[in-house]
């Protein structure tokens, strides 16, 4: 297996525009958790998913967050219109709630945004 | 409440000592613990997890934790440090029942000496 994959792995972008950070979960696992970390707050939950379908959105800082899960292979986090205190790396996980796996989580790279 | 702390924000030891991050969690449950492991601009690797029978779980790379119940801890340790161990490291919970989500630690950042 692949793992999780992330792309793109950096994006550099200027405040007001709109940007799309893309995953792709490991075949077969149910849950996918996107992740954002700094220097200053450490390693935020921002949202996750079960089956598809939104479970927890609270770590969503503002409305100028999105999340989608269309399909069971792909997840976009989106942010419209990005400011500089977006600046960070976002990760990707994925998860198979119960069996052998007890709930661990495997990452992806992240993708490291930079917003000017 | 779910809480994981890890009270050490920052570690240095030597090449070759020995090493212990501490970890306290709290949680309702039977918990599952975790550490993971990220590199400079890397994302997070698990280095082991425990979630039942032997209280002693061994992981990769010679790291080893002990599940201590009535202290609600799960330290993480090794017996010689290699240079290549410097990374951020963190500890994590979560358990049966639950809805997949893991409880994070805030992280400790180990520093290894020459």
């Known amino acids: 297996d692949a793992g999780v994959i992330q792309s793109p792995r950096h994006e550099v972008t200027e405040m007001g525009q709109e940007v799309t950070l893309r995953c792709k979960p490991i075949s077969g696992h149910d849950y996918l958790f996107w992740y954002r970390q700094t220097m200053m707050r450490g390693l935020e939950l921002l949202i996750y998913?079960?089956?598809?379908?939104?479970?927890?959105d609270s770590g969503m800082p503002e409305d100028r967050f999105s999340a989608k899960m269309p399909n069971a292979s792909f997840s976009t986090l989106k942010i419209q219109p990005s400011e500089p205190r977006d600046s960070a790396v976002y990760f990707c996980a994925s998860s198979l709630l119960g069996g052998r796996s007890y709930n661990e989580q495997f990452f992806g790279p992240g993708t490291r945004l930079t917003v000017l | 409440a779910q809480s994981v702390t890890q009270p050490d924000i920052h570690i240095t030891v030597s090449e070759g000592a020995s090493l212990e991050l501490r970890c306290n969690y709290s949680y309702g449950a039977t918990p599952y613990l975790f550490w993971y492991v990220q590199s400079p601009g890397q994302g997070l690797q698990l280095l082991l997890k425990y979630f039942s029978g032997d209280t002693l779980v061994q992981g990769i790379k010679g790291f080893e934790a002990e599940f201590k119940r009535s202290q609600s801890s799960f330290n993480l340790r090794k017996p010689s440090v290699h240079w290549s161990d410097a990374a951020e490291y963190f500890c994590a919970v979560g358990g049966s029942g639950n809805t997949g989500k893991l409880i994070f630690g805030q992280g400790t950042t180990l520093q290894v000496k020459p």
């Open positions: 998913f079960n089956n598809n379908v939104p479970i927890d």
